[in-house]
């Protein structure tokens, strides 16, 4: 169970072109969704929180109208970078939030994609 | 603030190996803590996480975790270690906003 898929797996665009990356919880609904980037050898960096039906809230120092972020139902989420140019190369992983019920309190797990390496030419 | 440092940025043992991970957090209120491992080119995959109750908790792969108030720790053990557990390891701690703060990642290299 909580398996997150992604699509692309990987993606070649020219500069200035736009790319849509899908994020999809395959088995449960997640009424959270999470953008990380992640730059080689680091850590993940979060960009944004999408939350169904309503406007995704941004990381500070994100561009919200270059990272447009779009959560249209409980299993879906698109993250679109918009005239993607080559220092937006790097490697996109969404996360699914499932709520747990444990010892009486309820809290939550981030089940991520396989990740979207993104190389802007 | 919540947050979380891993000690080493790389850890190379042998094949069959014990291994140990260190994590330790800062937090005033309540912790849940995870560990995730990403192996090249893909995401990451929940290892184990502790929410309450035992503090020894134990996950996928025959690793386990221990949560120690006292310390503000939660390493990661594995008895014996085997060449597909070469991955990159992050700790993470959950916000009250629910988004999860990542530490630095600890490189684990299993040489035969």
């Known amino acids: 169970g909580a398996v997150v898929s992604q699509h692309p797996s990987r993606v070649i665009c020219k500069s200035g072109t736009s790319v849509k990356i899908e994020c999809r919880s395959l088995?449960?609904?997640?009424?959270?969704m999470f953008w990380y980037r992640q730059f080689p050898k680091q850590s993940l960096m979060l960009m944004a929180t999408?939350?169904?039906?309503?406007?995704?809230?941004?990381e500070q120092g994100v561009e919200k109208d270059k990272f447009l972020i779009n959560h249209a139902s409980l299993t879906l989420s698109t993250l679109t970078v918009t005239s993607a140019h080559p220092e937006d190369s790097s490697f996109y992983i969404c996360?699914?939030?499932?709520?747990?019920?444990?010892?009486?309190?309820?809290?939550?797990?981030?089940?991520f994609g396989p990740g979207t390496r993104l190389t802007v030419l | 603030a919540q947050s979380v440092t891993q000690l080493d940025s790389q850890v190379p043992v042998f094949e069959e190996a014990p291994v140990e991970l260190r994590c330790n957090y800062s937090?005033?209120?309540?912790?849940?803590l995870f560990w995730y491992v990403q192996y090249p080119n893909q995401g990451l995959q929940l290892l184990l996480k502790?929410?309450?109750?035992?503090?020894l908790v134990k996950g996928i792969n025959g690793f386990e975790a221990e949560f120690n108030k006292s310390q503000t720790s939660f390493h990661l053990r594995k008895p014996s270690v085997h060449i597909s557990d070469t991955a990159e390891y992050f700790c993470?701690?959950?916000?009250?906003?629910?988004?999860?703060?990542f530490g630095q990642g600890t490189r684990l290299t299993i040489n035969p």
């Open positions: 996360s699914a939030r499932a709520w747990w019920l444990a010892g009486g309190l309820s809290t939550d797990t981030q089940y």
């Open positions: 088995d449960f609904q997640a009424t959270t």
């Open positions: 999408s939350n169904e039906g309503s406007k995704a809230t941004y």
């Open positions: 937090s005033s209120v309540s912790v849940y």
């Open positions: 502790y929410l309450s109750g035992s503090t």
């Open positions: 993470a701690v959950i916000l009250p906003s629910q988004k999860l703060v």
